[in-house]
């Protein structure tokens, strides 16, 4: 399926943060039935990582997740997955969790990074709350760090850290079109620049998120 996510900060005058951060590509998923319930899905999200501003190889990567799961019964099941990015501050990050049916059209999944509880309002409409841990890695231009006094962070890998609560809904449309939308608080958020070990935190803000995704 295709992708396409971006975020956008109001960043004052100065501070060495791009304005818009985002990613465009793929999500190629593949899944394999094992032994005694078990089953292996991988994830993976290859792509442009980039402010947008210019483009150079530096700015595709791939990170993927990988997650052994255990059907319990009908409506439980545990998971234990990792999240891997090797350009980002944390390379490898994952955990146990816990994916439950515990009433009709209700689903709790404690799954990091993010868990969440869903409510299925229709086969299209999916409502969900909960918190997440958002890590993403993205390479900045070639100029942005002169652009704001750092020039020694220009063209560096630039990992962002959010952590937030929210709600949102994802919809899917005819022929596999997908729309997310979601707002919330995030409570902390960092931008790390890992060359220079360089970094900037920001105590929190309102946000506002939409995704779209097509399969084909």
């Not at 900060?9 to 998923?29: H, Y």
């Not at 292996?40 to 442009?48: H, K, T, Y």
């Not at 990091?112 to 231009?141: H, K």
């Not at 942005?144 to 850290?161: D, E």
Request: aromatic fraction near 16%; hydrophobic fraction near 40%.
């Amino acid at each position: 399926s295709g992708e396409y996510r971006r975020n956008d900060f109001d960043v004052g005058p100065g501070v060495p943060v791009p304005s818009v951060l985002g990613n465009a590509g793929f999500q190629l998923t593949a899944n394999w039935a094992l032994r005694h319930n078990l089953s292996l899905w991988v994830n993976a999200r290859p792509g442009i990582y980039s402010d947008f501003r210019d483009f150079t190889w530096g700015d595709i990567n791939a990170p993927f997740n990988t997650v052994l799961a255990w059907q319990a019964d009908e409506d439980l099941m545990w998971l234990l997955g990792i999240y891997v990015d090797l350009r980002a501050q944390y390379p490898v990050l994952g955990g146990p969790g816990v994916r439950w049916q515990f009433a009709e059209y209700w689903t709790l999944n404690l799954v990091m990074p993010r868990p969440r509880i869903e409510f299925q309002a229709s086969d299209d409409l999916l409502l969900y709350g909960g918190a997440e841990w958002r890590q993403i890695a993205y390479r900045v231009a070639q100029d942005m760090g002169t652009k704001s006094g750092f020039p020694v962070l220009n063209n560096s890998m630039l990992t962002y850290n959010e952590y937030r609560v929210g709600g949102g809904f994802n919809y899917s449309f005819a022929r596999g079109l997908n729309l997310g939308l979601e707002g919330g608080y995030a409570i902390q958020r960092r931008f790390h620049y890992s060359s220079q070990n360089f970094q900037l935190t920001d105590n929190g803000a309102g946000y506002v998120a939409a995704s779209i995704n097509g399969r084909f």
